[in-house]
């Protein structure tokens, strides 16, 4: 559903160029590597052979690291675009002055076919199917005759160097394009002739009502089709798939659904299938505020984000993959090296930062950086982040693999040696160390799950060691990080207030009548907003380490309207809830943040934790309403079983006055 609320013309980049705005790109994924596809029919965004690979299309930080373009000639803005219900398969209708056309464009799965070897890649249980490794785009004349026009152009390394074509047989329907040092090579397959220019392959069509025509893309995968019908039919079977996997899920009956499915489809879309990684976004500098220097690689994962996951996925019914997510967390925090607080998607732990200077970024917001050198930090929450997960996940399966009790016994005395000292923060600010509150209270619930899990275990000496370490760590965080008003704080030594506490009720840190919970909460929404929007801090009361203003936070909008649920202010949870999903992209997408004055949206994009959070508020709120008698019986029925019942899971969303209970909403990644 698209917004109405803001002007969503291109905007003009700081040289003037014309630039698709971040939220107009649809995402196309198979689980290995995402397309962004802008209106316009130009994919301006691909990795390739993984999310975070060097780009072989990369215009959108700069016209000159490719594009993949295919479209009318007449005309250059569609007449719709929507995704084909259920799937991840764009369609975009053309209209021009001689007739009508309708691209579909989709990265295909197939069926597995690792049937006489095993994968290199997969450290996952295999599944009954996989990434073909083809972008595929097919064309259809529905009314009169419209010329085409198809133009590739890869720019290798971030558009660091160019490929040459060459054609792989007789005639004109399949060329190759080969890197300069000769790794990795890209083929165009298609029943229209393909001609070369430059770095550039080409197709120039005309097509006639009722033609039907293809171009496909691979790399090292499936062979490509050859024909139309092959073709399409590889087009359905990936339909299929999505449309199967997305009616695994438990939806609630109720007008916000789509909104829901669409965040699910994104998050198993930005979820690395051979490890069960989650990426935090599929891009890479995508800034903050046009023409600032807040621009990050989110092609990573981080632990922060793993009870956030687990409960988006738990609570929509999709088991398999908070398992598979899980056990990649497990994987790496069962070993004798400190937890970081981010990794690679396959599990790599450096990943270190640099600029591309020959890139003028998105909209001209330099600089572009690839790695991000926050995986260094000190970030105190990464340790209850984790304890959290695992006691979610203990609950909502029922099992505790035999590796369980040595990570947690592990992260929770990490946790306990150094709650004391000064960090990071969950923003990840790049100035001085501080003593946040919101991580004191992540390492109180290091402390409290710790406790739970170790009850689990018959460690009850461990236990009690562990509940009075956090009885400590709350009296010292009651003391030092609440101010004169009763309100948390950002950290101990300041008055500013902070997003991250809108966790405190939501992760059961006191109970939501608590004073000091319903004061921190609504001093958030009420000074720490713009236009009802909630801003991570104010830039100036926090030494993060960069100059200029940034956008409201959507993850944290979407806390606030979790937190107003949990202190009983409906009313203005709804509002806000509803507000925010008016301001969605045309797709339903979404990106790290919301410019309050113009609606656009910043950062990088697809954004999977604000897909997350908008789980956990719509969830909050559909609570709220059967609570309060708002929707019919049926449907009161269908919504408790998707977000499970308050007293027996661990994935309550209804407010209690109970402090043992486990979270309702957990952290989520920053950058």
């Known amino acids: ?140 004349c529905v009314n009169g005759e419209v010329q085409m026009v198809m133009d590739c152009e890869p720019s290798f390394d971030y558009g660091r160097s160019g490929g040459s074509w060459e054609y792989t047989e007789e005639g004109y329907h399949q060329a190759r394009c080969t ?109 903050e505020s046009l023409g600032g220097e807040r621009n990050y690689d ?88 984790l304890l959290d997960s695992v006691y979610l996940h203990s609950k909502v399966t029922n099992h505790l693999d035999n590796r369980i009790w040595s990570i947690c016994e592990k992260q929770v005395q990490e946790a306990l040696e150094h709650w004391r000292e000064p960090d990071a923060g969950i923003w990840e600010v790049r100035g001085p160390l501080q003593h946040f509150t919101s991580s004191k209270i992540m390492c109180w619930v290091a402390a409290d799950r710790g406790a739970l899990l170790a009850e689990a275990y018959s460690e009850h000496e461990r236990a009690k060691q562990w509940r009075e370490a956090a009885e400590e760590i709350k009296a010292d965080i009651l003391a030092n990080g609440v101010d004169s008003r009763g309100v948390f ?48 801090y104010q830039v100036h009361e926090t030494d993060d380490g960069f100059a200029g203003e940034e956008g409201t936070f959507t993850i944290c909008s979407f806390w606030l309207v979790s937190a107003l649920c949990e202190i009983g202010e409906f009313q203005r949870a709804h509002k806000l809830c509803a507000k925010l999903l008016a301001a969605a992209g045309p797709l339903e997408l979404y990106g790290e943040e919301l410019d309050p004055r113009t609606g656009r949206h910043l950062g990088n994009f697809p954004q999977a934790f604000t897909h997350l959070a908008l789980i956990n508020a719509v969830m909050h709120v559909i609570r709220m309403e059967e609570e309060r008698g708002g929707v019919d019986g049926n449907r009161q029925q269908r919504g408790r079983q998707a977000t499970r019942a308050a007293d027996d899971e661990p994935l309550a969303t209804r407010p209690t006055g109970r402090t043992d209970q486990p979270p309702s909403n957990p952290t989520a990644s920053t950058g």
């Open 1 to 140: 559903m698209s917004a109405n609320l803001f002007d969503a013309a291109p905007l003009p980049g700081l040289d003037g160029a014309r630039t698709v705005p971040i939220a107009d790109y649809g995402f196309l994924s198979d689980g290995e590597v995402c397309a962004l596809v802008a209106p316009g029919g130009s994919v301006d965004w691909m990795c390739v052979p993984r999310f975070d690979a060097p780009s072989v299309f990369g215009a959108l930080l700069g016209r000159q690291a490719g594009s993949y373009g295919f479209a009318p000639i007449e005309v250059s803005v569609p007449v719709a675009r929507r995704y084909l219900p259920g799937t991840m398969i764009l369609e975009t209708s053309w209209g021009t002055p001689t007739g009508w056309v309708i691209v579909r464009d989709a990265l295909l799965i197939g069926p597995w076919h690792h049937s006489e070897d095993r994968s290199k890649t997969y450290s996952r249980t295999p599944t009954d199917y996989e990434a073909e490794h083809i972008l595929l785009r097919t064309v259809r």
């Open 179 to 287: 890197a300069p040092d000769g790794e990795l090579e890209l083929y165009l397959t298609s029943d229209m002739r393909l001609g070369f220019e430059g770095g550039q392959a080409s197709s120039r069509t005309l097509l006639k009502e009722g033609d039907l025509h293809f171009v496909a893309l691979s790399w090292g995968g499936a062979p490509p089709p050859r024909d139309y019908a092959d073709a399409y039919s590889r087009q359905v079977w990936t339909a299929h798939h999505w449309q199967h996997w997305l009616a695994r899920g438990n939806f609630p009956d109720h007008p916000w659904r789509s909104y829901l499915q669409r965040s699910a489809l994104t998050l198993k879309g930005l979820t690395y299938a051979p490890s069960g990684a989650i990426l935090a976004a599929g891009t890479t500098s995508l800034p």
């Open 298 to 385: 989110y092609r990573y994962t981080w632990i922060r984000d793993a009870t956030f996951a687990l409960w988006g996925m738990f609570s929509l019914g999709y088991d398999w993959e908070a398992v598979d997510f899980f056990s990649f967390i497990a994987d790496l925090a069962d070993g004798d090296e400190p937890l970081q607080i981010m990794y690679g998607i396959g599990g790599e732990k450096d990943l270190p930062e640099s600029e591309l200077d020959h890139l003028p970024g998105y909209a001209s917001s330099r600089p572009v950086r690839i790695g991000n050198a926050a995986y260094r930090q000190q970030q105190h929450d990464v340790w209850g982040a």
């Open 489 to 536: 704080t950002q950290h101990y030594d300041t008055d500013a207030l902070d997003a991250s506490l809108l966790l405190a009720p939501l992760l059961r840190f006191l109970p939501p009548d608590d004073e000091r919970i319903r004061n921190t909460v609504l001093a958030i929404a009420d000074e720490l907003s713009v236009h009802d929007l909630v801003l991570r």
